[in-house]
């Protein structure tokens, strides 16, 4: 299976964005790209997995999907893994060095 890099670049609080909970991008095999991955509020499942797509005269098109189910399921999975982890930092911000009660060293805040 490709290699996946996940990054969640926003997110937003329930009930904000019309059920929109944050946007994600991510980089396959460290060649191809796919922004505007959004993860969204609804459906019976709970939280979901949106491609990025357009309008066009038909309706709303995808721009990129997954061609095998197992990738897809795994790209979902790993976008769904990176949320929660974003979830996790978000509402507990401190370091593992700041929970051992050692200083940052500057080198360390300048990278944040």
Known sequence: MPT????????YPPG????????????IDGCFAVRGIKIVEGGR????????????VDG???????VTAEFRDQLHRAVMDAYQQ??????????PQQEQG???????????
């Open 45 to 56: 499942d709970g939280l979901f997995v949106s491609m990025p797509s357009r309008k066009t």
């Open 86 to 95: 974003a979830i996790s930092m978000a509402q507990n911000p401190q370091t």
């Open 60 to 66: 709303y098109k995808e721009i990129c999907f997954p």
């Open 4 to 11: 996946l890099d996940i990054r969640i670049n926003s997110m």
């Open 102 to 112: 050692e200083p940052q060293t500057g080198q360390q805040m300048a990278g944040m």
């Open 16 to 27: 904000q964005q019309g059920g929109t909970r944050a946007y994600a991008s991510a980089t």
